[in-house]
């Protein structure tokens, strides 16, 4: 459970704010299938954090327990760049004729190849002792934030305080990777 439940709550609140929740939105007014827009959504971020949980457990026993605590901070401090920098709109893929599902799965799985979700399940594979439960928990969260995306809609999601929420969130993670950075090169 030590990968689980950080790595859930880490990329809950990072999925949040994020544009591929915002595409699954745009996808699931489109295509009038809020469903199976979530489900290959899931899916497309499934095997993405399956490939960065992996990358994770392959390298943890390369690195000192300070070198996995300075990666987790360098994900923090990553992902609140990411947060306080502004955020361009997906592409809408109006010229992909997939189907929603294909549509879908594809479209975010390009979206979200590298995000700040692959990173820090990434580094929480590599920092507990559990990858698998750090994709689990990855996996889950990103499921429950594209679930109400495609149920809300565009419009609804559009409507969200979205650029509040990414400054709080930015400034919580670099205050958080900050120390956790300052912690493993024992400066403090």
């Not at 949040?16 to 915002?22: E, F, K, T, V």
């Not at 923090?76 to 997906?90: D, I, N, V, Y």
């Not at 928990?137 to 929420?165: C, D, F, M, Q, S």
Request: hydrophobic share 60%; charged share 10%; with cysteine.
């Amino acid at each position: 459970m030590d990968s689980l439940v950080p790595a859930f709550v880490a990329v809950l609140l990072a999925q949040a704010g994020d544009r591929s929740p915002w595409l699954v939105a745009i996808l699931a007014d489109r295509f009038g299938k809020p469903f199976t827009v979530a489900l290959a959504a899931f899916l497309a971020h499934a095997a993405g954090n399956a490939v960065a949980a992996i990358g994770g457990a392959l390298i943890a026993p390369l690195l000192t327990p300070d070198a996995r605590q300075l990666l987790v901070a360098l994900a923090l401090l990553f992902a609140s760049m990411g947060a306080l920098w502004r955020q361009k709109p997906p592409e809408r893929l109006d010229g992909w004729k997939l189907g929603a599902f294909a549509t879908s799965l594809f479209g975010v799985f390009i979206l979200a190849a590298g995000d700040t979700t692959q990173f820090l399940t990434f580094a929480f594979a590599a920092h507990g002792p559990s990858p698998v439960l750090a994709a689990i928990g990855a996996t889950i969260a990103v499921l429950a934030v594209n679930t109400a995306a495609a149920l809300l809609g565009e419009k609804a999601w559009r409507k969200l305080p979205i650029r509040a929420y990414r400054i709080g969130f930015g400034l919580l993670c670099l205050t958080t990777g900050l120390i956790l950075a300052a912690g493993a090169l024992r400066l403090i």
